[in-house]
Structures are given as structure tokens and as C-alpha cells.
């Protein structure tokens, strides 16, 4: 995500706001007895001042197209 995120800001000279996905932990972070604590990636997004919106896991309406696409692929 790093690399992706200074190619789209060199290439097209505007700043990632918003990136979105689900719960599903890879992203997030990891279950504790405490709850979800935020890992590597949320603490780079909280660093650079980009907003994490996260969606229900595994809804394909609110996840939009790569929902779907795996969706299709598991279902080949």
C-alpha cells in the first residue's frame, strides 16, 4: 500500500482521503480480550491522516466490485 500510495499521489497530484474495507482483520488488526486493536496498516492510515471506513465483513453491497469478484472466484 505504501508503494501504491506515492504512485497515485505522484502520478495524479492529489492525496488518498478515504480507503475502505472491511472488518476482516487483515487490514484492521487482530482480536484481543480488550476488543479489536488496530494494527500496522490502521496505525499507517492514522498516520498519514487517511480515513479508514469499514464495512460489514463478506457484504457484497457495501463492499462494491472486489466483494463480488471473490465472490465469483470462490464460486468457480
Known amino acids: 500500500f505504501k508503494v501504491f ?5 505522484n502520478q495524479c497530484g492529489k492525496q488518498i482521503k478515504i480507503v475502505r474495507s472491511d472488518r ?6 487482530r482480536y484481543t ?3 479489536q486493536a488496530p494494527g500496522h496498516f490502521a496505525k499507517f ?3 498519514h491522516g487517511i480515513i479508514a ?3 460489514m465483513p463478506g457484504s457484497p453491497d457495501q463492499n462494491g466490485v472486489a ?8 464460486d468457480m
Do not use: F, M, P, S
Open 33 to 35: 480480550k480488550n476488543g
Open 67 to 74: 466483494e463480488r469478484r471473490n465472490r465469483t472466484l470462490l
Open 5 to 9: 500510495k506515492v504512485e497515485v499521489e
Open 45 to 47: 492510515l492514522q498516520e
Open 53 to 55: 471506513q469499514y464495512t
Open 24 to 29: 476482516g482483520g487483515e487490514y484492521y488488526g
